[in-house]
């Protein structure tokens, strides 16, 4: 009965290590997710920065989408729908998680109307990677 006891709680941990990985890969958040900011801190963080370039901040329980707009010193903010699990701007083309929607706006064509330049990393969270690679 005893092994037994051992050998659960090992088991418990790698089952839970998984479910960390998921949510948060190499337990670092995306360089684009500001966090719990507004639409006017948004502004400010993107004021000056080339077009294109995004964040995505979290707010009352929506994430949103903030970017500046091609052309204009003007933003947009979007808002990204989350149901089932899956991440989406247009409810047309869903995504597992706010990387791989990204990722895909990323590549798309220059002329597509939800075409994502450079993200721009949280200016809080880049001292976190600096930190690591100087280890």
């Known amino acids: 009965a ?19 990985n998921v949510e948060e890969p190499n337990n670092s958040k995306d360089e684009f997710m500001h966090g719990d900011i507004s639409k006017e801190d948004a502004e400010e963080r993107l004021t000056d920065k080339a077009e294109g370039t995004f964040l995505v901040r979290h707010n009352n329980g929506t994430y949103k989408l903030s970017m500046v707009l091609p052309n204009s010193r ?6 990204i729908h989350h149901t089932e699990g899956k991440f989406s701007l247009t409810n047309q083309k869903k995504f ?33 990677f600096k930190n690591r690679t100087d280890d």
């Open 74 to 79: 003007k933003f947009k903010h979007s808002m």
């Open 2 to 20: 005893e092994e037994v006891q051992t050998i659960t709680p090992e088991r418990r941990q790698t089952d839970n290590i998984p479910q960390i």
């Open 96 to 128: 597992d998680s706010l990387r791989d929607l990204v990722d895909n706006y990323m590549n798309v064509s220059p002329k597509n109307k939800l075409f994502l330049g450079k993200p721009l990393a949280d200016p809080n969270s880049e001292k976190i």
